[in-house]
């Protein structure tokens, strides 16, 4: 992927950060992006918003895209629905991203061979995409309940983890992510379930966590356009509501080791997609 004056190539992880994530379950990669990248992919996925902005799910997929957006189907559209899909497919398989989350990932990815060597014995897998537009004044300007993102998924060891890149800057006004440091540790916490997409109740999106264990403490992060969010699944965020007069658009990949159980979901018909064939 290459767009502007940015490549794609591998992240240099350091270590201090490889140990920020096993602390925090957390990592954010500052710039990751360039501005030229994130005004793209905002800008592609506008043309398939409806009027309101609401999220958009799977938007790598053509079938969902097609669904989500209320145009009529022209052969331009579909032109369009397709040149997205694809592109949003290769913004999931780009490097900066993959080569993070191998390396967070290793010891579900590598194992210790006889002789002593490591040796990868399977891939890091695509799970699935969104994009939250969080327009003010349309509905979906709230802010979610405090969640595990493995809440949805249901992996057992904890494996789901996401990536989510703010396409313009976010602060507690226009509804900024919050997060609980360490507890990604954690199993699948007790929820109550609320449908994303239910606008008529009125209720905050987000799986609400029943008790939020006492012993972590709620952290506000402003994040500014171009940086990822490398969240793991077990953690506990939330957001605010946008009460600003700009959208907070956020993009988000998540990715499982392959063979790891998760539930595919009646709405995310959520699949695994491979990663490393399609490198570019
Ligand atoms: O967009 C937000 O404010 C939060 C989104 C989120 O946590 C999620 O989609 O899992
Ligand atoms: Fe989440």
Same mark, same amino acid.
């Given at each position: 992927m290459m767009i502007g004056e940015r490549k794609s190539e591998p992240y240099p992880l350091t270590l201090d950060e490889f140990l920020s994530f096993d602390d925090n379950g957390f990592l954010v990669v500052r710039n990751l992006y360039s501005h030229d990248e994130c005004d793209f992919i905002n800008s592609m996925l506008e043309r398939h918003a409806n009027a309101k902005h609401d999220l958009i799910m799977q938007p790598h997929r053509y079938k969902f895209l097609k669904a989500y957006? $209320?145009?009529?189907?022209?052969p331009e559209v579909e032109e369009e629905i397709r040149q997205t899909s694809e592109f949003l497919y290769s913004f999931m398989r780009d490097t900066r991203a993959v080569s993070i989350l191998e390396k967070l990932k290793r010891n579900a990815l590598y194992e210790m061979s006889y002789e002593g060597n490591m040796e990868k014995t399977r891939d890091l897998m695509g799970v699935m995409s969104q994009m939250i @537009?969080?327009? $003010? *004044?349309? *509905?979906?300007?709230k802010g979610w309940n405090?969640?595990?993102?493995?809440?949805?998924?249901?992996n057992p060891n904890g494996h789901y983890i996401t990536t989510n890149t703010f396409l313009a800057d976010a602060d507690n006004e226009n509804g900024t992510m919050y997060l609980y440091p360490g %507890?990604?540790?954690? $199993?699948?916490l007790p929820f109550e379930e609320v449908k994303? @997409?239910?606008? %008529?109740?009125g209720r905050s999106p987000g799986n609400n966590i029943k008790e939020i264990p006492p012993k972590y403490a709620k952290v506000d992060v402003t994040f500014k356009k171009g940086d990822t969010l490398v969240l793991h699944g077990n953690c506990l965020h939330g957001s605010y509501e946008?009460? %600003?007069?700009?959208p907070r658009p956020l993009y988000m990949n998540t990715y499982i080791p392959n063979g790891e159980f998760f539930v595919p979901g009646r709405k995310a018909q959520r699949r695994t997609f491979v990663l490393k064939l399609l490198e570019e």
């Open positions: 957006d $209320p145009r009529d189907k022209t @537009f969080k327009y $003010p *004044g349309t *509905g979906d300007q405090v969640h595990q993102d493995n809440a949805y998924t249901m %507890s990604h540790k954690e $199993p699948i994303t @997409f239910d606008r %008529s109740s946008n009460v %600003s007069s700009r």
